[in-house]
Every structure is written in structure tokens, then in C-alpha cells.
């Protein structure tokens, strides 16, 4: 038997196969990814744990550069240009670096990804941007380090950092706005092509925004015409935009279409909002 294996060893090592072994990294790497209104953010980074160790003060010093995480630089990528704290950075990779302190972390965008830790020469010229965020003091300690995408709106979102009992949260905005109207009036521009959800989702999307509400009443009852009174989350948003627009005859019609639909397809949520609205406008 062990001749045999012997033999075999000698016969992995005559095809040039090395042995390789394979234990859990101290600190794994996550990535995460996540869709914000139009634009793909991708967040990689690896994880370290507390271990019983006093992080913030200790582990990562007050007022000195941090990589922000373990390994390799943390990195943020953005398909577009955004805006972070009010201050613009255009699309692609960063680096993310912090200064934490106990009431206020500094978070600097660096362009340069290519770093084990804190780069070694600091190149200012690097720098797409750099914010001030106040810490908040969390009630329960997070035992590894996190990353989060929080908050998402439309618009914009949060980039969450939490570890220990601290979370600091960054706010950026993405150019949602511009892509939505851009798509909006290259497709609406071909009205011979147009389908019932094209109507709906150029009529739907302005009403969320707060835009030029007749123009959205014109699509999505246009919507629901094409569509037969068959979509109840079409007439759900229609009897929305009547009331937004102070016709609440309307919209109590549309409602109770929307009503009657829900119950023929066996949705409660939009048989519940239905009746919600109603009785609403019914004490109006």
C-alpha cells in the first residue's frame, strides 16, 4: 500500500500537478453589486472580524490613513458619473480610503486601485474627491466588517460602513433624471411603434418624479385604454395621478376598476391600497 502510494506521488509529480493547499482567508473578500435608478455600483472588499480586539482608537488609529477594510484597497466602481456628498466624481473605479475619528470620518475617493494598504507616495492628483461624515453609534457591535448599499431611492443611495458599534454612511446621487428623460423621449418619439407599457412607463415615471403631471394623466390613460382595463397596477397608478390632479371623480373611478381587477387576479397588496384610497377620498 504504500509503494502504491509512492507510486502515485511520483506519478502527479512526473505530469508537473503541485499539491496546493486550501485554508479560509482571515479576511474573505465580498463583492457586491447593485443596481442604484440606472447605474451599476460595485463595491469589492475584504472582511476582517473584531476578534476580541478594540477597533476604532486601537486597531485602526484615530486620525490616520485607513485602507478601509483588509488586503487589497476596497473599491467603489460607478458605470456613471455621480455625485458623492455633493461633489462630483466621474465614472469608474476608486479606491476607498478613510481618516476615521470618533465624531467624524474623512472618506477620500482615490483613482489609484492598484494598492496593498495605503499607497506608499500619496498622490494628491489622485484624489477624485474627498467628504466629511459624521459617525453614528450603533446599539449592537457588528462582529465583521460591512459594506452596504442602503437607502436606495430613484436617485441616489447610501455606501454604508459599519464595524464595531460605528456606522458611517455616504450619500451619492446618480444621474437617474437625465437617462430616464433621455430614454423616455428617444422612445416616445416613435409613436407608431408604441406599446400599451411604453404609455405606462413614461406616464408612471413621471408622476414618481413630481413631473408635469398632465403629461403623465395623457400617457397612462392612454396606457390603460390600450390595455383594455386589464392592468390593475396601470389603473392603480392612473387613479394616483386624477387625485394628484384634484379629479377625484376620477379617481375613485379608476380605483374601482383597479379594485375589481386586483380581486379577479387575486392580489390582496393592490386590493388593499385600492380600498385604502377609497376610503380615504371617500372622507375628503
Known amino acids: 500500500m504504500k509503494k502504491l502510494v509512492l507510486l502515485s506521488f511520483v506519478a502527479l509529480l512526473s505530469f508537473g500537478v503541485e499539491?496546493?493547499?486550501?485554508?479560509?482567508?482571515?479576511?474573505?473578500?465580498?463583492?457586491?453589486?447593485?443596481?442604484?435608478?440606472?447605474?451599476?455600483?460595485?463595491?469589492?472588499?475584504?472582511r476582517?472580524?473584531?476578534?476580541?480586539?478594540?477597533?476604532?482608537?486601537?486597531?485602526?488609529?484615530?486620525?490616520?490613513?485607513?485602507?478601509?477594510?483588509?488586503?487589497?484597497?476596497?473599491?467603489?466602481?460607478?458605470?456613471?458619473d455621480v455625485?458623492?456628498?455633493?461633489?462630483?466624481?466621474?465614472?469608474?473605479?476608486?479606491?476607498?480610503?478613510?481618516?476615521?475619528?470618533?465624531?467624524v470620518w474623512e472618506v477620500i475617493f482615490y483613482s489609484d486601485t492598484e494598492n496593498w494598504g495605503t499607497p506608499q507616495e500619496w498622490d494628491a492628483s489622485k484624489v477624485a474627491a474627498t467628504v466629511k461624515v459624521e459617525t453614528y453609534t450603533m446599539s449592537e457591535s457588528i462582529e465583521t466588517f460591512t459594506m452596504t448599499i442602503d437607502d436606495l431611492y430613484n436617485n441616489g443611495a447610501t455606501l454604508g460602513i459599519l464595524w464595531e458599534n460605528t456606522y458611517v454612511g455616504v450619500k451619492f446621487v446618480v444621474p437617474t433624471v437625465e437617462k430616464a428623460l433621455a430614454s423616455i423621449q428617444a422612445t416616445m418619439a416613435n409613436t407608431a411603434d408604441l406599446t400599451a407599457n411604453d404609455y405606462f412607463a413614461a406616464g408612471s415615471y413621471y408622476f414618481s418624479e413630481g413631473m408635469n403631471m398632465e403629461q403623465a394623466k395623457e400617457w397612462v390613460d392612454k396606457a390603460v385604454e390600450m390595455d383594455g382595463g386589464k392592468?390593475?397596477?396601470?389603473?392603480?397608478?392612473?387613479?394616483?395621478?386624477?387625485?394628484?390632479?384634484?379629479?377625484?371623480?376620477?379617481?375613485?373611478?379608476?380605483?374601482?376598476?383597479?379594485?375589481?381587477?386586483?380581486?379577479?387576479?387575486?392580489?390582496?397588496?393592490?386590493?388593499?391600497?385600492?380600498?385604502?384610497?377609497?376610503?380615504?377620498?371617500?372622507?375628503?
Do not use: C
Not at 392592468?231 to 379629479?247: C, E, N, P, V
Open 19 to 46: 499539491a496546493q493547499i486550501q485554508t479560509p482567508a482571515p479576511s474573505p473578500f465580498s463583492k457586491l453589486e447593485q443596481k442604484v435608478g440606472l447605474t451599476d455600483v460595485t463595491v469589492e472588499y475584504s
Open 48 to 80: 476582517p472580524n473584531m476578534r476580541g480586539r478594540k477597533v476604532f482608537g486601537e486597531l485602526v488609529p484615530f486620525g490616520e490613513l485607513w485602507r478601509t477594510g483588509a488586503n487589497k484597497n476596497s473599491i467603489i466602481t460607478f458605470s456613471d
Open 83 to 103: 455625485t458623492i456628498e455633493g461633489k462630483a466624481v466621474p465614472a469608474g473605479s476608486y479606491a476607498i480610503f478613510t481618516r476615521p475619528n470618533e465624531a
Open 231 to 284: 392592468a390593475y397596477w396601470m389603473m392603480r397608478t392612473q387613479s394616483l395621478i386624477h387625485a394628484k390632479l384634484g379629479d377625484m371623480k376620477g379617481a375613485v373611478e379608476a380605483a374601482k376598476k383597479s379594485l375589481v381587477a386586483a380581486q379577479a387576479a387575486g392580489n390582496q397588496d393592490y386590493v388593499k391600497m385600492n380600498k385604502d384610497s377609497l376610503k380615504e377620498w371617500a372622507e375628503m
